[in-house]
């Protein structure tokens, strides 16, 4: 008994230790990924003449009036700011942004923030902490540029801003979201932008959420190709048994079609990246220097509070799937 006890310490850092590691840094990616919320819209970066006030109110007036597919939403960016409490006089620093029209485009999780709604505003958690001192902020009231907003709703946005509808003729729009059900959200801005005479670049997050599924893959794939290597040796260790030759070889034939069910529910190729001439070799050289490009892209233009938030997961969700397939490789060693 006395040497069991010796031996348990080393067997536990050894065996035990790396494989609980694996698995638990595997549900911290697992979590990661979950917090990662797709985009509601197609963001378009405006340059050249940006639309104002009375411009974008025209062209959303439009879309209303045509009952076109296409919504819109438009963006302001105010930079930096400070927002005071009016009964107390605490204060706090942060981002503020505008919008104009259907604010669900800018993050599905804003409602009761209507687009005619002049007094009112959505606030992060962290504001409304330091403001108020409690998170539970609706209808409270608060100072901004000396005038005094509403508090519509608080948000678990991981960084400090308010969100308003800017009052300001020459408020410049220089983002509009885009959405429309039945087309590609290249197809949506290209004829939007083309319908009303503006200029700018679609900015798409999407591959963020695609890079980290196939991240989320690797560790079952790996743990499923070495636990097939042991079936498969133990299998040809038993020829002579028939019956446990048959058991491995079941074992082998369902690791392989559990691996290419995982593959085939969890990657989609796009239907943009599907040559029409497989012997096209130019064809994904072209979509590699596309894909750069928008990735470039993307980290170099300013972020809303979702794609923050979605970078943040995905930096998150790649971290602890490397540290999961490392400790399953020193654990199933």
Known sequence: MSSDKRTFPGVFWKRLLPGMLALLFYGWSVLAFGSMMEEPSVSVFLSGDYPEKNRAEEILKTLEQTEAETSACFCWDGGMTTLTEPDYGRSAEV??????????????????????????CVIDGETAWKLFGTREAEGRWLVYGGKNYQVRQVLPWKQRMILIRPEKETAMYTRVFLKNESLQDSKTAEQ???????????VDSGFLISAARILLLIFPIIVSAILFMKANRERKQCRE???????????????????????????EI??????????????????????????????????????????SGFVKCAGCSVGAVVMGIVQLR
């Not at 981002?95 to 009112?120: C, N, P, Q, T």
């Not at 079941?250 to 995982?262: F, K, N, Q, R, W």
């Open 95 to 120: 981002m503020v942004a505008g919008i104009l029209g259907d604010g669900s485009l800018y993050d599905k999780r804003i409602h009761g923030f209507w687009e005619k709604d002049k007094e009112g």
């Open 192 to 202: 939007f932008l083309m319908a009303y005479g503006l200029n700018g670049t679609v």
């Open 241 to 267: 048994e028939k019956i446990g030759c048959w058991l491995w070889t079941g074992a082998c034939i369902l690791m392989v079609a559990a691996v290419a069910v995982l593959i085939w529910k969890n990657i």
């Open 270 to 311: 796009p239907q943009g990246w599907i040559p029409s001439r497989w012997s096209d070799f130019k064809f994904w050289s072209g979509k590699y220097r596309e894909l750069e490009e928008q990735v470039r892209l993307f980290l170099m233009l300013p972020k809303t509070v979702l794609q923050a938030e979605n970078i």
